[in-house]
Each structure stands twice: as C-alpha cells, then as structure tokens.
C-alpha cells in the first residue's frame, strides 16, 4: 500500500516536471496575444438604421418557399441616414429585386453571405448621389430566414 502511494506521488512529481515548463510557456503566450490584441486598433462604427420586412420567394421556388430579411445600415453620419430614408422605396425595391433573383442555395450558402450583402451595400450606394451624400459603409442582415 505505501508502495502504491510513494509510486503515485512519484508519477505526480514527475508528470508536474516535464509539463509544468509547458504550461507556463502556453501562459505567457496567451498573454503575448492578449496584448497584441488590446493593441489592435479598435472598430469605429458610423451611424446606423434598420429597415424591417423584407419578405421574398426565391428563384427558384414557384412561390413555395420564402425568404424573411431584417437589414442593417452603417453610414459615415446622419446625413447619410437622411438620404436614405429619403430614398427608402427605391432601395427596398432595389434589395427587394436582388434577393428575389437568388436561388435557395445561393441564399443558404453561408460562405457567400458576404458577397451578397457586398453587392447589395454596391447598389444602394449607386441611388445615392455621391456629390452630396456620403456613401453607405456596412450593410448587415439583422435577420435571416429561409422558409
């Protein structure tokens, strides 16, 4: 039984040499990476409007399914959220329009989600005039349900 025991905390004593300098190493690494993220520089963020209720079938559907998107807008100012509020039925048709064009597929594909708010940012950026309104910088899907 004593043998079992000094065994034991042998074992311990020896697994605490050989992986204690790792541990220490994963540590001050951890830190090294916590400092150069505190370090990075931080996101600034403009101004930003909802618009709610876009509701559409996708392509290829025949009307059976339907896509339900909430959008997110960031603008440099408010200036900007003006013009668009401004020229809201032009570019809820607009989005209205694009998303309708895609499939289901297009539309699940989570890994071209970015592509399709990209394009979407693009052509609402093009209804507003950019001599005297500031352009749109995010477009984001606050809500996104394929029905």
């Given at each position: 039984?004593?043998?079992?025991?000094?065994?034991?905390?042998?074992g311990g004593a020896a697994a605490a040499y050989l992986f204690f300098p790792q541990v220490t190493a994963m540590i001050t690494n951890t830190g090294e990476a916590?400092?150069?993220?505190?370090?990075?520089?931080p996101?600034?963020?403009?101004?930003?409007?909802e618009l709610k209720g876009?509701?559409?079938?996708?392509?290829?559907?025949?009307?059976?399914?339907?896509?339900?998107?909430?959008?997110?807008?960031?603008?440099p100012s408010t200036k900007t959220l003006e013009a668009v509020v401004a020229k809201e039925i032009l570019i809820r048709d607009k989005i209205l329009g694009?998303?309708?064009?895609?499939?289901?597929?297009?539309l699940a594909d989570v890994s071209i989600r970015d592509s399709i708010k990209l394009d979407l940012l693009d052509n609402i950026n093009a209804l507003?005039?950019?001599?005297?309104?500031?352009?749109?910088?995010?477009?984001y899907f606050t809500a996104f349900i394929i029905n």
């Open positions: 039984m004593i043998a079992v025991v000094l065994v034991a905390i042998g916590a400092e150069e993220i505190a370090e990075a520089e996101v600034e963020y403009g101004e930003f409007m876009f509701m559409v079938n996708p392509s290829d559907t025949n009307g059976r399914r339907a896509l339900m998107v909430d959008v997110g807008l960031e603008g694009k998303l309708s064009k895609l499939s289901v597929a297009e507003l005039d950019p001599e005297e309104e500031e352009q749109l910088s995010r477009l």
